[in-house]
């Protein structure tokens, strides 16, 4: 006997949930989160991310400006695009693809090696043509921001699609 799937509800999320959550984050119970605490739970789910990273993550989320994340400000972050959020962990799995040595930095040895095992065949010098041509800082390599700015302006070019 076949049955067709039933399509899966949107999830949403009740106040009680909510807590819940917020609650877990929250180590010390203090009705905030600090950038201490966001980082040990991000670092449980598998992710690294630098102190200047998190800090940038506090800022966007932090909209009172007081230092920490509240319940309201946590809800308006769960409340936010699962688009975005995908987007985002996507662009920085690619990242991770190509940051062999996971030093936060891409350099035209490690973009040669991943492009090459990807089939592209391309040369170093190619490599340090393409570092060089995001490399807003100068230091010879691709640091996640630069990398972030790269992809956004090859996507809104790919938008445009080929206007004269």
Same mark, same amino acid.
């Given at each position: 006997?076949?049955?067709?799937?039933?399509?899966?509800?949107?999830?949403?999320?009740?106040?009680?949930?909510?807590?819940?959550?917020?609650?877990?984050?929250?180590?010390?119970?203090?009705?905030?989160?600090?950038?201490?605490?966001?980082?040990?739970?991000?670092?449980?789910?598998?992710?690294?991310? *630098?102190?200047?990273?998190?800090?940038?993550?506090?800022?966007?989320?932090?909209?009172?400006?007081?230092?920490?994340?509240?319940?309201?400000? !946590?809800?308006?972050?769960?409340?936010?695009? *699962?688009?975005?959020?995908?987007?985002?962990?996507?662009?920085?799995?690619? !990242?991770?693809?190509?940051?062999?040595?996971?030093?936060?930095?891409?350099?035209?040895?490690?973009?040669?090696?991943?492009?090459?095992?990807?089939?592209?065949?391309?040369?170093?010098?190619?490599?340090?043509?393409?570092?060089?041509?995001?490399?807003?800082?100068?230091?010879?390599?691709?640091? !996640?921001?630069?990398?972030?700015?790269?992809?956004?302006?090859?996507?809104?070019?790919?938008?445009?699609?080929?206007?004269?």
């Amino acid at each position: 006997m076949s049955t067709t799937p039933t399509p899966k509800p949107s999830p949403v999320v009740n106040h009680d949930e909510l807590q819940k959550v917020f609650n877990q984050f929250d180590a010390n119970k203090d009705g905030k989160i600090s950038v201490t605490e966001l980082r040990d739970v991000l670092k449980t789910m598998g992710s690294s991310c *630098s102190e200047d990273e998190l800090k940038r993550v506090l800022e966007d989320i932090d909209t009172d400006r007081d230092g920490f994340i509240d319940l309201s400000e !946590f809800s308006a972050l769960c409340r936010s695009s *699962s688009d975005e959020v995908t987007a985002a962990l996507e662009l920085r799995d690619a !990242f991770d693809l190509y940051d062999q040595d996971k030093n936060g930095l891409i350099s035209t040895n490690e973009l040669h090696l991943v492009l090459n095992r990807l089939g592209m065949k391309c040369s170093v010098d190619d490599c340090a043509k393409m570092i060089k041509s995001v490399d807003s800082d100068g230091d010879g390599s691709v640091n !996640f921001e630069e990398f972030q700015k790269m992809m956004s302006a090859s996507l809104m070019s790919n938008d445009k699609g080929s206007k004269p």
